[in-house]
């Protein structure tokens, strides 16, 4: 059974702070992962993937995996009202594009002016 | 580039009748598509994976008699709620996995239907 664990929060955080969000999983095999944001009412928004050991920047956003540890973060720098929403982490396969993803359950992220 | 569209956005209907939704991907093929439903504040559901041509996989607790899937075609995937009743109201959302990215199985998502049986 893969499993994706993460702190429902709410993590509040004020305007212009690091809020940082984070994400644990039981399945070694698992070789990508991925960070969704989803607003409340809509569907989620793919924000970011990573696959390598270490950082990945994109903006205002990072994302951190170790492997070794089974943990993989995203730090939101210089947060803004507008990042508030629930942030998905989910879990990928390798080659072949059979894996069925697992999402953990969200973290609900506020960012307060 | 990838694209989800779903259709309609939004659906009320009565108790017993059944309700079809369209997921398409617009700019890509995908061939797997996966339908989610998600209740009010709380996390995705997968209900079920859908390959293209053939069946689609459930997951344990879904009625495949009562959420029939059909994915035709690399674009189009269709989830109808057969004899909807009020507990099958609900925000459902496809999602499509791009044929040409097999390695990091990126999903992209549709906008979501939003279901309410009266």
């Known amino acids: 059974q893969k499993e994706v664990e993460q702190n429902s929060g709410p993590l509040s955080v004020p305007e212009g702070a690091i809020a940082s969000l984070n994400c644990t999983y039981s399945d070694r095999g698992s070789q990508s992962f991925f960070w969704y944001r989803q607003y409340s009412g809509k569907s989620p928004e793919l924000i970011m993937f990573?696959?390598?050991?270490g950082d990945k920047e994109d903006g205002r956003f990072t994302a951190q995996l170790n492997k070794a540890s089974q943990y993989v973060s995203l730090l939101i720098r210089d947060s803004q009202p507008s990042d508030s929403a629930t942030y998905l982490c989910a879990l990928g396969g390798g080659g072949g594009g059979s894996y069925i993803p697992t999402f953990g359950r969200g973290t609900s992220l506020i960012v307060h002016p | 580039g990838a694209v989800v569209s779903q259709h309609p956005s939004w659906v009320i209907c009565k108790s017993g009748t059944s309700v079809k939704i369209e997921c398409r991907s617009l700019d890509f093929q995908a061939t797997t598509m996966f339908w989610y439903r998600q209740f009010p504040k709380q996390s995705l559901m997968l209900m079920a994976t859908s390959n293209e041509g053939s069946k689609a996989t459930y997951e344990q607790g879904v009625e495949k008699d009562k959420f029939l899937i059909n994915h035709a075609s690399l674009t189009l995937s269709t989830l109808t709620v057969t004899s909807a009743h009020p507990e099958d109201s609900s925000f459902y959302i496809c999602s499509a996995r791009s044929s040409g990215r097999p390695t990091y199985n990126e999903q992209f998502f549709g906008p979501g239907t939003r279901l309410t049986v009266l």
């Open positions: 990573i696959y390598s050991n």
